[in-house]
């Protein structure tokens, strides 16, 4: 008899993930194989994860960290862009898919996988974001995407089909949202969230305290940056995960980082979706203030035109695509005197930079000073003034029949 063909499933342990395990077994005959990477999603989510895919039909279940590799690999390259997608999101889920989909296909190989499958929906981004990444790491293995073949039309229905199977899972019909959490973000959408009219449950919650029951004083944090990458807080040197940790955890204390956006999917519908980033929040404040005093205009503006570029990349799943490659080395490149520290104050839900120093600084006061200063001549701006001005001043003379 022929072994049964492998299939590597990137597995949450959550309520989709679940049940795709015996669905793929019943349905195409598999060995089923999962896949988890640890990117942050806490020892909740991540406890028993081996002994849970095995009870629902699992062959294995490989649970790997990649919260390093994450933050170094896919964080850190956005935030030296200033990634954000429709001028709020901070990229949380779209970030974390390119390192999942990396480890889930190195498995396959490791365990002779014909397959690789995934339980996003047919609405949603990630289908996309984790099947351009196979098609980039690993062209000659087939997708299974169930929930693009299988009966199941909605979360209730997988809700019923788990427990006609015995498969335990968290998600209810009353709390119905789904939730995608890593080191950077927790992300909330569906249920009594997919109206934008209705103002978010404070249960939905998870990272952050309500601005209005946050602390009445302020707390001050500062950032230490080398070549647009944090490297210390409040003076003291930590590693990557130990720093977004505890910013997360000053942050939402402080009830920073709260976003509630209704942003255009790569699929074509709109979506609302809750995020929390309260980590991420001071860091892009704290970056985004370093850089305003490190790099000369005409790179700041070619800077700001790319970043819209470079997150939108990252948000259609294009992590792999030569563009982005290439947009991520004239970030690095234009990076490198983004070094010095940046104090940011929190307060109520807001993070706002109260100082900045750099030895790279290219903000000279004697330049810039309402007062006497050196180095500047005013009468030089007469000139300038009128050559800058001359086409909108022979556009506006020929407009009114005067002769230039």
Same mark, same amino acid.
């Given at each position: 008899m022929a072994a049964k063909k492998k299939v590597v499933l990137? $597995?949450?342990?959550? /309520?989709?993930?679940?049940?795709?395990?015996?669905?793929? +077994?019943?349905?195409? &005959?598999? +060995?089923?194989?999962?896949?988890?990477?640890?990117? &942050?999603?806490? #020892?909740?989510? !991540?406890?028993? /994860?081996?002994?849970?895919?095995? #009870?629902? &039909?699992?062959?294995?279940?490989? =649970?790997?960290?990649?919260?390093?590799?994450?933050?170094?690999?896919? =964080?850190?390259?956005?935030?030296?862009?200033?990634?954000?997608?429709?001028?709020?999101y901070l990229l949380g889920t779209s970030m974390a898919r390119p390192v999942l989909a990396k480890g889930q296909v190195e498995y396959a190989r490791e365990v002779g996988a014909d397959y690789v499958a995934h339980g996003c929906t047919g609405k949603g981004n990630d289908q996309v974001r984790f099947e351009l990444a196979y098609q980039a790491l690993a062209p000659d293995l087939g997708v299974i995407a169930p929930w693009r073949d299988w009966h199941i039309t909605s979360r209730e229905d997988a809700i019923d089909y788990a427990h006609a199977k015995g498969i335990p899972i968290a998600a209810s019909k009353e709390r119905i949202w789904s939730r995608d959490r890593n080191l950077w973000h927790l992300s909330h959408e569906g249920g009594a969230l997919e109206d934008p009219g209705a103002a978010p449950p404070e249960e939905v919650y998870m990272l952050s305290t309500s601005p209005k029951a946050a602390p009445d004083v302020a707390a001050v944090v500062e950032l230490g940056f080398e070549h647009g990458v944090p490297t210390t807080l409040n003076g003291e040197a930590l590693s990557p995960v130990e720093l977004v940790e505890a910013l997360n955890a000053i942050g939402g204390a402080h009830g920073v980082g709260r976003v509630d956006i209704t942003e255009?999917?790569?699929?074509?519908?709109?979506?609302?979706?809750?995020?929390?980033?309260?980590?991420?929040?001071?860091?892009? +404040?704290?970056?985004?203030?370093?850089?305003?005093?490190?790099?000369?205009?005409?790179?700041?503006?070619? #800077?700001?035109?790319?970043?819209?570029?470079?997150?939108? !990349?990252?948000?259609?799943?294009?992590?792999?695509?030569?563009?982005?490659v290439a947009l991520d080395a004239f970030f690095a490149e234009s990076s490198k005197? *983004?070094?010095? *520290?940046?104090?940011?104050?929190?307060?109520?839900?807001? #993070?706002?930079?109260?100082?900045?120093?750099?030895?790279?600084?290219? $903000?000279?006061?004697? /330049?810039?000073?309402?007062?006497?200063? +050196?180095?500047?001549?005013?009468?030089?701006?007469? &000139?300038?003034?009128?050559?800058?001005?001359?086409?909108?001043?022979?556009?506006?003379?020929?407009?009114?029949?005067?002769?230039?």
């Open positions: 990137a $597995y949450s342990g959550g /309520l989709d993930t679940s049940v795709i395990i015996p669905w793929l +077994e019943e349905n195409h &005959g598999l +060995e089923v194989h999962a896949y988890a990477g640890d990117v &942050g999603q806490g #020892a909740s989510e !991540l406890e028993g /994860l081996e002994d849970k895919a095995a #009870a629902t &039909g699992a062959a294995s279940c490989k =649970v790997e960290d990649l919260r390093e590799e994450f933050l170094t690999d896919c =964080v850190w390259p956005c935030l030296r862009a200033l990634a954000v997608y429709e001028g709020r255009n999917r790569l699929v074509g519908m709109k979506s609302r979706g809750i995020y929390e980033t309260p980590g991420g929040t001071i860091v892009y +404040e704290a970056l985004r203030s370093l850089r305003s005093i490190t790099i000369e205009r005409d790179t700041m503006r070619q #800077a700001e035109k790319l970043a819209i570029d470079y997150a939108d !990349l990252v948000y259609t799943g294009r992590w792999f695509h030569p563009l982005r005197p *983004v070094t010095g *520290v940046a104090r940011v104050e929190l307060f109520k839900g807001g #993070a706002t930079t109260i100082g900045v120093e750099s030895e790279h600084s290219l $903000y000279r006061e004697e /330049l810039a000073t309402f007062g006497a200063g +050196e180095g500047y001549s005013q009468k030089d701006s007469e &000139g300038f003034v009128k050559l800058y001005g001359l086409p909108g001043k022979v556009a506006a003379m020929v407009a009114a029949g005067v002769n230039p």
